[in-house]
């Protein structure tokens, strides 16, 4: 619903029908009374945008401090990834089977030192 201003020779005041805001012809323009009421409003109102601009910001640097933590997640996970591609890679089975044979080898070895260590030697000159 648009508004208009009555011609400032039939009246020089009028209340806006929908905001309720009293407006005065004065200097060739028409200009909002302040009230009390209003102003207190008005400073209510900007206290509570500057308390949600601080609000703003804190939630966008959270959102900083998080994504920065994403990043360093995927990327321990990537490197966990790698790890686990890396041990897949390990052929378990023959690592497994060469133990046996150089157990097996260290076991012979020491009976043949002890049967070296029991067995007495001549020394001809």
Not at 23 to 29: P, R
Not at 43 to 67: F, M, Y
């Amino acid at each position: 619903m648009s508004f208009t201003f009555p011609d400032p020779s039939v009246a020089t005041s009028i209340v806006h029908p929908t905001t309720g805001v009293e407006y005065n012809y004065q200097d060739g323009m028409w200009i909002p009374v302040s009230d009390d009421a209003t102003s207190s409003d008005l400073t209510a109102n900007t206290a509570v945008d500057i308390r949600q601009d601080v609000e703003i910001d804190n939630l966008q640097s959270g959102e900083t401090i998080d994504r920065q933590l994403l990043v360093t997640l995927s990327n321990r996970v990537g490197t966990a990834e790698t790890d686990i591609d890396n041990l897949e890679g390990l052929d378990l089975n023959n690592a497994l089977s060469a133990l046996a044979i150089a157990q097996q080898d260290i076991i012979n070895l020491k009976a043949k030192v002890n049967t070296l260590e029991l067995t007495s030697f001549l020394i001809l000159e």
